[in-house]
């Protein structure tokens, strides 16, 4: 499962096996034997790709199906998480349905990518803001 997870959170950033790397200050071959479920992360290599990926540590190694909710999300962001996960009923791929893991990997991916979009939104509006009172 932890292998799974890893590679689904890294690709769906876009992101090489060096990149991940380069981030943890580890060698390559040993990240790539964290996806190939050769070896296993010690705690503290869990926790950053945890906050990297801005997931719990229990999801990555299997234990927990939901993802946590980041600690600056106001309540309308989980709403809006809320409503996104609820509105995948009819999830397909060129009219066929997605199911199963196939569907779990996705979910897993879009949620993601949900909180980084919001936390990028964040960033910006903050940005914009302190730039307005500068003029």
């Excluded at 909180?115 to 990028?120: C, P, Y």
């Amino acid at each position: 499962m932890f292998p799974d997870r890893l590679c689904t959170l890294r690709t769906s950033k876009g992101l090489t096996h060096q990149d991940m790397a380069d981030m943890l200050g580890i060698t390559r071959q040993a990240y790539s034997n964290y996806e190939a479920g050769k070896r296993e992360p010690d705690h503290s290599t869990l926790r950053k790709l945890a906050e990297f990926f801005i997931v719990s540590t229990d999801y990555l190694l299997g234990q927990d199906n939901g993802k946590i909710v980041p600690s600056w999300a106001t309540a309308k962001d989980k709403r809006d998480f809320k409503k996104m996960l609820e509105d995948d009923d009819d999830l397909m791929f060129d009219g066929v349905p997605i199911e199963g893991e196939d569907r779990q990997r996705i979910k897993d991916v879009l949620t993601g990518l949900f909180w980084e979009a919001k936390q990028m939104n964040k960033r910006k509006k903050k940005s914009d803001s302190t730039n307005d009172t500068k003029k």
